[in-house]
């Protein structure tokens, strides 16, 4: 079985040195409605500089790009060299203006195509008995 | 601007009344690698069941579809209608078997397409100063 569903970039990161936003796409300005009244979202982006066939098929890396970490399936980590570029990344709002959402910073590259936006909501995490891996 | 990106299923969610599992194609096995140091998984899924023209042009709903949440953007929530159907959802591994992953439950159906998984680190949640609307 081999499944394969398409995406379209719903907006874009955009920072400086100082700043950091995310600019959302006119046509999906309506699919703001209301963010204002969460701190934190969720940003989901694509990892573009990695989407070629060959790093595509990357499954297993030095987490951190550490030969001391040991070799580790990309899906126990957040690598972007992964089958499907997803990034994920929490951020604090700042100041939604219009279509763009300000935000405090975000470890993602000036141009990176957004994906999808999703409020973030703690009690959906769990409270205890979390665990990882030493080289985290 | 219109960027588009294409994603493989890299598995299926599987669950009974009793049961919750991830099968992880074979061809996509060796990224598991050490995720059995981790507790806790973030799943990403594909709302197959919305992937239409026409629910992908849903910008608005009823949070957790009921008339009195005020009408809201779909960024500002985890409604399965959105233009790029990624579901996230985190999940609580019970044991890893081969290319299986069992975990304890989750909010998927039985079939849903798996387009990613990504270990889940507490410390990159924010610890305080979150806020939420009133409807969540």
Chains 1, 2 share one sequence.
Not at 74 to 80: G, I, L, M, R
Not at 121 to 133: E, H, L, N, Q, T
Request: charged content about 25%; proline content about 7%.
């Amino acid at each position: 079985m081999s499944q394969s569903f398409y995406l379209n970039a719903i907006g874009t990161v955009r920072k400086t040195d100082e700043k950091a936003w995310i600019e959302i796409f006119n046509k999906y300005g309506d699919a703001l409605l209301g963010l204002d009244g969460f701190s934190h979202i969720y940003v989901f982006y694509w990892f573009d500089q990695n989407d070629s066939p060959e790093k595509r098929k990357t499954l297993q890396v030095h987490p951190r790009k550490e030969p001391g970490n040991p070799l580790t399936g990309v899906f126990a980590t957040h690598s972007p060299r992964r089958p499907n570029l997803i990034a994920l990344t929490l951020c604090k709002i700042e100041s939604i203006v219009g279509n763009i959402i300000h935000i405090e910073e975000i470890d993602a590259y000036d141009g990176s195509p957004v994906i999808d936006i999703k409020c973030y909501i703690p009690s959906a995490d769990p409270d205890a008995g979390v665990r990882v891996p030493d080289w985290v």
